[in-house]
């Protein structure tokens, strides 16, 4: 059984995304584009943006849409993209590391012993999901994952993007358990053939899902209450 996991609200707290990455990325923006903005890894960000826009936009008109995106936590690949490489500035330089919960961390190193195949599917970019568990606060998590997916892969409420995964992973549908906080993106998982358990952490969602609002997927409060896998 290989394990696929989400980041927000299922290995970290929502809270660190909201009140930490997301405003470092909001005010970095502007400094960032106005440095980089003719780098090909930033300019093709920048004219995907442009493009959604109806065309040709001055980099100001862009970074302003960007920041609106920000505000309303749109899930746009190239949005994501540019986060991840604004982000990467700021663990680099120490401003912050990412919050993972302590049962998380000790659940995939567990389950990494054992001898059982880990991923990530989150909405942020691969490359900022990399950031993430490389510069943790339980330390360098990035060796215990052998593959990442973002929303290249496709929407995560969509079915096909869980059938992508496993065809990626070569393995049935059936031998991938996914967690999530998200019940409408573990319907997608189930039906798409995948094992599905909801993370329902108090410290994100105070008022717990029972009954009829887990859709009829498994619940968890941690981790270490996926035993056994």
Known sequence: MIILTDIEGTTSSISFVKDVLFPYARRELPRFVHLHGAEPEVRQWLDTVATDLGGACQDDVIVEALQGWIDQDRKHTALKALQGLLWAQGYRNGDYAAHVYPDAATALRRWHRAGRRLAVYSSGSVGAQKL??????????????????????????????????????????????????????????????????????????????????????????????????
């Open 132 to 229: 993430f568990f490389a510069h943790s606060e339980a330390g360098d998590l990035t060796t215990l994952f052998d593959a990442y997916f973002d929303t290249e892969t496709g929407g995560k409420r969509e079915a096909t993007s869980y059938a992508r995964i496993a065809a990626a992973l070569e393995c049935s549908p059936d031998g991938l358990l996914f967690l999530s906080d998200v019940v409408e993106e573990l319907d997608a998982a189930r039906e798409a053939g995948l094992r599905t358990v909801l993370v329902d952490r108090r410290e994100d969602y105070p008022q717990p899902r029972t009954g009829e609002a887990t859709h009829g997927h498994a619940r968890i409060e941690r981790f270490d209450q996926l035993e056994p896998v």
